[in-house]
C-alpha cells in the first residue's frame, strides 16, 4: 500500500450477508478483497436467528482469523468489518463490528466514514448515563438506536440517523435482521449484490465479483435497506442532500475493478490521465505511473499523448508492516524498500511520473530524485488529482492542513522543492469529467471538499484539529 508512504489512507470495508448458510465464510472472502480498505483489524458477527457470534482480531484478515475460528460463527446472517483507524485509535475495542448484548436483544454495528458531530453527541450520552466501551464514533450511532422510543428498528435506525452528521455507510445487525443505511449525502460507497436467493452488501462490487455474487444497485443517499424473513424493503429517511461521493474514492482508495455508481474505477483513473494530458502536455520519451494506483492514470496519459507507457517503476509487495525498517542513515544511503526504479526503462530518457495525488510531498521529492538517480534526464510530474489543499473530516486521513503541502505552497514552489522539471495537476473540471461527471452542472455529485474547502455538511469546532482550528476561522 503505497498510503503509508504518501500519508493518505483509506477508511474502512464493509461487508454483510442475509440469507445464506455459509454467511461467515462469504464474508471472510468478502473481507479478504476489500482488505486495501483497512489493515489495521477485522472482525465479522453472525446471526443464527436466537443469538449473536462475534469473532475480531488485530492485523489482516488472514491474521485476524485463524484455522478453525470461521466454524465458530453460525448463521444464515452477517456483518464484516475491516478496519483502517481514521477516528478513535487503534486496539480490539474499536475494532468493528461492535457488539451490545442487553436482556432481550444484541445488535452489531459496521461503519465505513467519519461522524462530524460525534463528540457532542457523545458528551450529551455520556450526561444522560450512557456508557461507552470504546472510542469509535460508531459506538455514538448505537446509543442513540438503544436510546430510541420507537418500537421498530428502521425507525429507531432512522431517529438516530437524524441526528448524526457526516459520512456513514453503515451494517446494523440484530437476531432478527439486517440494516444498510447511508449518509444523506451518499459520501461513501456501498452496493447491494444477490448471490443465489441470498443478499450480499459491500463497500466495493470487487467484493461480489470473488463470491461470485451480482450487483443488484446501490445503496442511495439517504436510504435505509432492511432485510428480514419478508425480503427486502427500503425507506427514505432524508432526501434534501445533494449527492457527494468521495472523489478521492475513484482517483486513489477503490480497487480498478470494482465500479462505483456504475463507473468502473480503472476506467475512471484512466479518462484522468487522458484529461491530465489534453490539459498538461509536455514533451517526453515515455510515461510511467506510481504502482498501483496510478497506472491506469498513466496508461490514460499514453494513451492520450502516444508517448509509450512503461513500467518505470516498481513496487515491492513484500516489505509487510513487521518488515524491520531500515533506520533514516540506511534510507539516506539508499536503502528503498517499497519502490525501486527500472534503470533499463528510464535510463537517459525524459521521464512522465504520473500519480494519483499529492499530501505532503515528501513521497514525490523521493520518486523524483530516484528516477533521476537512475539517469532519467527530465521528470515532468502530472498528478491526477487537484491539489489536496483541506483536511479530510469523513474518514480519510488526512486531518490536518498544516500537514498538506498545497494549502502553503504553489505549484512552482512544490515543484521546485520536489526537484521536478515541471509539475501540474489536473484541473478540477477536468477530473469531474474524467469521473463521467458533469462540470457544467451545480450539482456534480462529487464531494470535492479537499481541494476546495467548501464542505458537504456542517464542520463543527471539536472535529478539527488544533492546528486548523486558525487556519480555517
Ligand atoms: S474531503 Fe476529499 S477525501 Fe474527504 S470525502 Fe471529500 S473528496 Fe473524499
Known amino acids: 500500500m503505497l498510503g503509508e508512504i504518501k500519508g493518505l489512507n ?4 464493509v461487508f454483510a450477508v442475509w440469507g445464506h448458510k455459509e454467511a461467515a465464510q462469504i464474508t471472510y472472502y468478502g473481507l479478504h478483497s476489500l482488505q486495501h480498505r483497512g489493515q489495521e483489524g477485522a472482525g465479522i458477527v453472525t446471526s443464527d436467528e436466537e443469538r449473536l457470534s462475534i469473532h475480531k482480531g488485530l492485523g489482516l484478515v488472514t491474521e485476524a482469523f ?3 475460528e470461521l466454524d465458530q460463527l453460525h448463521g444464515h446472517a452477517s456483518v464484516g468489518h475491516v478496519r483502517y483507524a481514521t477516528a478513535g485509535g487503534g486496539g480490539l475495542d474499536n475494532c468493528q463490528p461492535l457488539m451490545f448484548r442487553s436482556q432481550t436483544d444484541s445488535l452489531a454495528i459496521a461503519h465505513n466514514g467519519n461522524l462530524v458531530n460525534a463528540n457532542g453527541l457523545k458528551l450529551e450520552l455520556e450526561n444522560q448515563g450512557s456508557i461507552f466501551q470504546s472510542t469509535s464514533d460508531t459506538e455514538v450511532i448505537a446509543h442513540l438506536i438503544k436510546r430510541s422510543v420507537y418500537p421498530n428498528m428502521e425507525d429507531k435506525l432512522s431517529d438516530a440517523l437524524s441526528m448524526v452528521q457526516g459520512a456513514y455507510a453503515l451494517a446494523i445487525m440484530t437476531e432478527e435482521e439486517l440494516l444498510v443505511a447511508q449518509d444523506p449525502n451518499g459520501l461513501r460507497p456501498l ?28 445503496v442511495q443517499p439517504g436510504e435505509i435497506i432492511t432485510f428480514d424473513r419478508n425480503g427486502m424493503h427500503s425507506k427514505l429517511y432524508s432526501t434534501s442532500a445533494p449527492r457527494r461521493m468521495c472523489s478521492m474514492e475513484y482517483v486513489y482508495f477503490s480497487r480498478p475493478d470494482s465500479n462505483i ?3 468502473n ?3 475512471a483513473r484512466k479518462n484522468l490521465g487522458k484529461k491530465l494530458a489534453a490539459e498538461s502536455p509536455v514533451e517526453a520519451d515515455v510515461v510511467t505511473g506510481v504502482p498501483d494506483s496510478s ?4 496508461i490514460g496519459y499514453a494513451e492520450e499523448t502516444g508517448i509509450p507507457y512503461e513500467l518505470g517503476m516498481i513496487k515491492n509487495r513484500y516489505v509487510g508492516r513487521t518488515f524491520i525498517q531500515p533506520s533514516q542513515e540506511l534510507r539516506e544511503q539508499g536503502v528503498k524498500m517499497k519502490l525501486s526504479p527500472v534503470r533499463g526503462v528510464v535510463e537517459g530518457k525524459r521521464v512522465v511520473m504520473v500519480d494519483d495525488s ?5 513521497t514525490s521529492r523521493r520518486i523524483v530524485s530516484m528516477l533521476k538517480e537512475a539517469g532519467a534526464t527530465e521528470v515532468h ?15 480519510i486521513d488526512i486531518s490536518t492542513k498544516s500537514e498538506l503541502i498545497a494549502a502553503s505552497y504553489s505549484v512552482e514552489e512544490m515543484q521546485d522543492r520536489m526537484g521536478a522539471d515541471s509539475l501540474s495537476f489536473i484541473s478540477i473540471d477536468g477530473m469531474l469529467e474524467g469521473i463521467g461527471r458533469s462540470s457544467q452542472n451545480s450539482n456534480c455529485g462529487q464531494c470535492l471538499a479537499c481541494f476546495t474547502g467548501s464542505y458537504p455538511t456542517d464542520i463543527y469546532e471539536d472535529t478539527l484539529h488544533p492546528h486548523d482550528k486558525v487556519v480555517n476561522g
Do not use: N
Not at 452496493?191 to 470473488?210: K, N, P, W
Open 10 to 13: 483509506e477508511e474502512c470495508g
Open 66 to 68: 485463524k484455522e478453525g
Open 191 to 218: 452496493s447491494i449484490g444477490r448471490l443465489g436467493d441470498a443478499y450480499v452488501v459491500a463497500s466495493e462490487t470487487c467484493a461480489f465479483d470473488v463470491i461470485g455474487a451480482q450487483y443488484e444497485r446501490e
Open 261 to 263: 455508481d456504475q463507473i
Open 265 to 267: 474505477v480503472h476506467t
Open 295 to 298: 497506472i491506469s492514470a498513466a
Open 358 to 362: 499529492i499530501v505532503r510531498g515528501t
Open 381 to 395: 510530474v502530472r498528478i491526477a488529482s487537484p491539489p489536496i489543499t483541506h483536511p479530510c473530516f469523513y474518514g
